[in-house]
């Protein structure tokens, strides 16, 4: 199971993430623009899945586990 966690940092360090505008007021695009993103607020995320639907996620996080 993914935790807050992983999606925090997943989302901060993914270079495909794109602010799902339908989720969020407009004003919120600013706190995302000071680094508050997470995968759940990606529009490539699948809410009920729990998956990318890209599927850069674990390649995402694969590559920071090894840094």
Do not use: P
């Amino acid at each position: 199971m993914v935790s807050v966690e992983q999606l925090r940092t997943v989302g901060k360090n993914c270079k495909d993430f794109e602010l799902d505008q339908s989720l969020y007021a407009n004003n919120f695009s600013m706190s995302i623009a000071n680094g508050d993103r997470s995968c759940e607020i990606c529009r490539h995320w699948d809410v009920n899945r729990k998956i990318c639907r890209i599927g850069v996620f674990d390649d995402v996080l694969s590559s920071l586990d090894q840094s």
